[in-house]
Structure formats: structure tokens, C-alpha cells
């Protein structure tokens, strides 16, 4: 059972920075693109960053200059390190990871539960 699980979020002072971690754990065989994305009430989740196997990233306009993506694949793990934080960047942020459980299984789109960054003005 593959398990993704982030910490990091909690309530920041506009213009302050946070970091986000999203560790996967379980039966893994192989990591390949892995993502951030957000979602505020009642709108649709939306992409932040994105890291693929190699570390090339992408990264929604709103966010880029601001936030870094990176992955450390020793540690399974995949990071975004979020500065000059804005009232509209208070969401909840979900990391996502397409796993592969053995070499031949084939890789699989897991999402963490989530972990709620408050921005205050």
C-alpha cells in the first residue's frame, strides 16, 4: 500500500515563506512525475508545480519566482518551497506522485490528503 503524506502547511504572515514536504511510503519501485496543486472552496483543484523524474519543473504563472519544486528521490520525498507568500496563495495543497509498485505494474497517480496554508494580510 503506497501512502503520500505532507506536512509543512500551517498559518504565515503575508510576504513570510513556508515549506511544504510530501513524503510517499510503501511497496515503491520506481517515482516518476510528481506535483503540487491547490484548491480553494468551491473552486477546482489547480496545478502549482510540477517535477518530473529528471527535476525539470514547470510552474503555474501565479507562483513562479515565488515557489521552488524539487524532490529528493532517496528519501521518496518531494518539496515545495513556498516565498513571498500572498493572501491568494491561502489554500489547501495537495501533492500528487505517479508510483510505480514493482517494474512491471506500471506507474499510478496517488494524491496526499492535503495540508491547509494560511496566509494572514
Known amino acids: 500500500q503506497v501512502q503520500l503524506v505532507e506536512s509543512g502547511g500551517g498559518l504565515v504572515q503575508a510576504g513570510g515563506s513556508l515549506t511544504l514536504s510530501c513524503s510517499a511510503s510503501?511497496?515503491?519501485?520506481?517515482?516518476?512525475?510528481c506535483g503540487w496543486y491547490r484548491q480553494a472552496p468551491g473552486k477546482q483543484r489547480e496545478l502549482v508545480a510540477g517535477?518530473?523524474?529528471?527535476?525539470?519543473?514547470n510552474y503555474a504563472d501565479s507562483v513562479k519566482g515565488r515557489f521552488t519544486i524539487s524532490r529528493d528521490n532517496a528519501k521518496n520525498t518531494v518539496y515545495l518551497q513556498m516565498n513571498t507568500l500572498k493572501s491568494e496563495d491561502n489554500d489547501v495543497y495537495y501533492c500528487?506522485?505517479?508510483?510505480?509498485?514493482?517494474?512491471?505494474?506500471?506507474?499510478?497517480?496517488?494524491w496526499g490528503q492535503g495540508t491547509q496554508v494560511t496566509v494572514s494580510s
Open positions: 510503501g511497496s515503491i519501485f520506481s517515482l516518476d512525475d
Open positions: 500528487t506522485a505517479d508510483i510505480a509498485i514493482s517494474s512491471g505494474s506500471g506507474y499510478y497517480a496517488y
Open positions: 517535477i518530473t523524474a529528471v527535476s525539470s519543473t
